[in-house]
């Protein structure tokens, strides 16, 4: 359609987000759908918190703020670095926005000049690639093989830096695989940044609290001081305290680029939700109990969702360090015809059969830049987990 910008031509719609919609609108038709494709917890924002979102309404804190987040969160914040990652962010260093994704969204919009290079291990979150794109740059995409436990190399890093790379974006626990590294693991890919002074990193630090025992989760600019001064150490609400819905994510980074950040928000949604920021405030600064029951149980998931999808014939899954999501093989199931008559070519066929001939949903790997593979949420119950489980066991029975 001509009456459209050529910007859109060059990104798709988010996948996850589509997925989920999908599921609701079969839900709503009455379809039996098991939801596996949606990133967020099942559980509900503890009480405590709640109780400060409403309280935030009655003392009518429902007024603009600051754009860039209140004094009160800044603070917070600023604490948690000192407290979870050692390091110290002062309150013009720190950023806060409309979830983890407005704050990406924002450091790309505010640094990224057409053709500049950013780095992009695959298999990455859906979104980080279109963003970079939508922003002028272009993503340039490392494998992190399934036999390292899906994590890039050093010199894989090394190979693809060239003069017009501006930032890699790191995740660990990595969204879609679940894949941590290890401080010794990043040191190997500090190394090779310190040699590299024009490349910025952006560490996606969303899933920190949920990694597993036996994982030591680590950050960037924890690790390597050398490389404080050029990284974005970007956080949120969401995934450790159930709470995707109040919208709020936060970066601590050099004071420049944070002030850049706050002029884009400026003039795009000024600041978010007040109500959501005293919730983030008392998240951050209240009692901190709810996260250990909260990974127990996601340990207890992966367990079963791992040597579930292991039992499948053509699946194959490794176990993950942390986050609630797995990313199984299904490298074995193709060239193969489903019992309802689909011919599995790519990871694609597969998740579509799978949907409609069981009513199980999950998102297809291709979407997050790695076949012939799909991503599993298993951030649901135990109960729901099980019967997903039987079906896509005789699914991929039914593979001929
Ligand atoms: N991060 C979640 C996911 O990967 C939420 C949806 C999205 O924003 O992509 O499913």
């Given at each position: 359609?001509?009456?459209?910008?050529?910007?859109?031509?060059?990104?798709?719609?988010?996948?996850?987000?589509?997925?989920?919609?999908?599921?609701?609108?079969?839900?709503?038709?009455?379809?039996?759908?098991?939801?596996?494709?949606?990133?967020?917890?099942?559980?509900?924002?503890?009480?405590?918190?709640?109780?400060?979102?409403?309280?935030?309404?009655?003392?009518?804190?429902?007024?603009?703020?600051?754009?860039?987040?209140?004094?009160?969160?800044?603070?917070?914040?600023?604490?948690?670095?000192?407290?979870?990652?050692?390091?110290?962010?002062?309150?013009?260093?720190?950023?806060?926005?409309?979830?983890?994704?407005?704050?990406?969204?924002?450091?790309?919009?505010?640094t990224?000049?057409?053709?500049?290079?950013?780095?992009?291990?695959?298999?990455?979150w859906?979104?980080?690639?279109?963003?970079?794109?939508?922003?002028?740059?272009?993503?340039?995409f490392?494998?992190?093989?399934?036999?390292n436990?899906?994590?890039?190399?050093?010199?894989?890093?090394?190979?693809?830096?060239?003069?017009?790379?501006?930032?890699?974006?790191?995740?660990?626990?990595?969204?879609?695989?679940?894949?941590?590294?290890?401080?010794?693991?990043?040191?190997?890919?500090?190394?090779?940044?310190?040699?590299?002074?024009?490349?910025?990193?952006?560490?996606?630090?969303?899933?920190?609290?949920?990694?597993?025992?036996g994982?030591?989760?680590?950050?960037?600019?924890?690790?390597?001081?050398?490389?404080?001064?050029?990284?974005?150490?970007?956080n949120?609400?969401?995934?450790?305290?159930?709470?995707?819905?109040?919208?709020?994510?936060?970066?601590?980074?050099?004071?420049?680029?944070?002030?850049?950040?706050?002029?884009?928000?400026?003039?795009?949604?000024?600041?978010?939700?007040?109500?959501?920021?005293?919730?983030?405030?008392?998240?951050?600064?209240?009692?901190?109990?709810?996260?250990?029951?909260?990974?127990?149980?996601?340990?207890?998931?992966?367990?079963?969702?791992?040597?579930?999808l292991?039992?499948?014939?053509?699946?194959?899954?490794?176990?993950?360090?942390?986050?609630?999501?797995?990313?199984?093989?299904?490298?074995g199931?193709?060239?193969?015809?489903?019992?309802?008559?689909?011919?599995?070519?790519?990871?694609?066929?597969?998740?579509?059969?799978?949907?409609?001939?069981?009513?199980?949903?999950?998102?297809?790997?291709?979407?997050?830049?790695?076949?012939?593979?799909?991503?599993?949420?298993?951030?649901?119950?135990?109960?729901?987990?099980?019967?997903?489980?039987?079906?896509?066991?005789?699914?991929?029975?039914?593979?001929?």
């Open positions: 359609m001509p009456f459209l910008s050529a910007t859109l031509d060059r990104v798709k719609p988010s996948p996850t987000v589509a997925l989920t919609g999908l599921v609701a609108s079969l839900k709503a038709e009455g379809r039996d759908i098991i939801g596996l494709g949606a990133g967020e917890p099942d559980f509900d924002t503890p009480d405590h918190i709640r109780e400060a979102g409403k309280r935030a309404i009655e003392e009518g804190k429902t007024r603009y703020t600051a754009v860039d987040g209140i004094a009160e969160l800044k603070a917070a914040i600023s604490a948690k670095f000192a407290r979870d990652n050692s390091l110290t962010y002062t309150p013009d260093q720190i950023t806060v926005g409309v979830g983890g994704k407005q704050v990406l969204y924002n450091a790309l919009m505010a990224l000049n057409p053709g500049d290079e950013v780095i992009v291990p695959a298999p990455y859906v979104s980080y690639p279109d963003m970079v794109r939508l922003a002028g740059g272009e993503p340039v490392i494998e992190g093989a399934m036999e436990g899906f994590r890039i190399t050093p010199e894989q890093l090394e190979a693809a830096i060239t003069p017009r790379t501006k930032w890699l974006i790191f995740n660990s626990p990595s969204n879609p695989t679940g894949a941590g590294y290890s401080p010794e693991a990043l040191k190997g890919l500090t190394e090779v940044l310190e040699r590299h002074p024009h490349v910025w990193i952006l560490s996606d630090d969303m899933y920190e609290h949920i990694a597993f025992p994982f030591q989760f680590a950050t960037i600019a924890e690790v390597a001081p050398a490389l404080y001064d050029r990284t974005l150490t970007v949120g609400v969401s995934k450790a305290y159930a709470m995707t819905g109040w919208r709020i994510g936060y970066a601590g980074g050099p004071v420049e680029l944070i002030a850049a950040m706050r002029k884009i928000q400026s003039q795009s949604t000024s600041n978010p939700c007040s109500i959501s920021q005293w919730a983030a405030v008392e998240a951050l600064d209240g009692s901190q109990d709810f996260l250990a029951p909260a990974v127990e149980t996601f340990l207890r998931r992966r367990d079963l969702v791992v040597n579930g292991n039992a499948c014939a053509g699946i194959t899954c490794p176990t993950p360090e942390g986050a609630f999501y797995v990313y199984p093989s299904i490298a199931c193709l060239g193969k015809i489903s019992a309802g008559g689909a011919a599995i070519g790519n990871d694609e066929d597969f998740c579509k059969a799978l949907l409609e001939e069981e009513g199980v949903a999950v998102v297809f790997g291709a979407a997050f830049g790695l076949s012939p593979a799909f991503r599993v949420s298993y951030a649901t119950s135990d109960a729901q987990l099980t019967e997903a489980l039987t079906r896509i066991q005789r699914f991929c029975a039914g593979l001929s």
